[in-house]
């Protein structure tokens, strides 16, 4: 038996965070004593390693609704969580994909090539307020019309547009985002995106290596248990 403090301790974490794991249904629930104080067994242990192994390639919501799940009783419904956040794995790499795809297939801009800014964002599947919050950003910086005062977009512009919203997909912030294109516009070229698809890779991989480490986890809990 181990007490709250003990448990806490072995994981790096606080008393608080334990008890709230615990309500959270994260953990099983513990055993108390005539007083009233917690006691932890090695599956509580157990179950605080898996939910841990599963935050790295799961994110801490969805590792949450795993151990809700295994604890509800309903583990297909925790396989299910797991069939998801593979799939989503498996579209983010599709994504990587389309972006170095796109990239290969750059031409030079052809400067005569403008579109406005609601064509850009029907092209794109976006709202025209998603491309004014992307320049404010500086993702975006679009020339204005001397007559009508309204935004231009050249061919580079909408290439930008389109690297943008590929890597926005990729789970990659604005500022990030703003940060490479500010360098492919001042270098001229793509060169320094390729940093950012090289680190793009090494994540994925991570993550599904985290999600294979969290699967072995949580296997040997199912069968402790």
């Known amino acids: 038996m181990s007490r709250p403090i003990d448990l806490a301790r072995q994981h790096g974490l606080s008393t608080q965070a334990v008890r709230n794991y615990e309500e959270a249904g994260i953990l099983p629930p513990a055993e108390r004593t005539a007083s009233g104080y917690r006691r932890y067994t090695d599956l509580h242990a157990k179950a605080l390693s898996t939910f841990l192994a599963l935050i790295p390639g799961h994110g801490h919501p969805a590792a949450t609704m795993i151990m809700q799940a295994v604890h509800e009783g309903m583990p297909d419904k925790a396989l299910a969580i797991i069939d998801d956040c593979h799939d989503l794995l498996r579209k983010d790499r599709k994504t990587l994909a389309a972006v170095e795809n796109a990239l290969q297939n750059l031409t030079p801009p052809a400067e005569s090539k403008v579109a406005s800014v609601g064509a850009l964002a029907h092209q794109l599947k976006v709202r025209p307020a998603t491309l004014?919050?992307?320049?404010?950003?500086?993702?975006?910086?679009?020339?204005?019309?001397?007559?009508?005062?309204?935004?231009?977009?050249?061919?580079?512009?909408?290439?930008?547009?389109?690297?943008?919203?590929?890597?926005?997909?990729?789970?990659?912030?604005?500022?990030?985002?703003?940060?490479?294109?500010?360098?492919?516009?001042?270098?001229?070229?793509?060169?320094?995106?390729?940093?950012?698809?090289?680190?793009?890779?090494?994540?994925?991989?991570?993550?599904?290596?985290?999600?294979?480490?969290?699967?072995a986890e949580l296997h040997s809990y199912l069968v402790s248990g």
């Open 132 to 215: 004014r919050k992307w320049e404010r950003a500086g993702v975006l910086v679009p020339r204005r019309d001397p007559k009508t005062g309204y935004r231009v977009y050249t061919a580079a512009d909408v290439r930008d547009a389109q690297l943008a919203h590929q890597l926005r997909r990729g789970g990659y912030l604005l500022t990030q985002i703003a940060d490479v294109l500010d360098q492919v516009r001042t270098a001229g070229g793509i060169e320094p995106l390729q940093a950012t698809l090289d680190d793009w890779h090494s994540r994925l991989t991570q993550r599904g290596r985290a999600m294979l480490a969290g699967a």
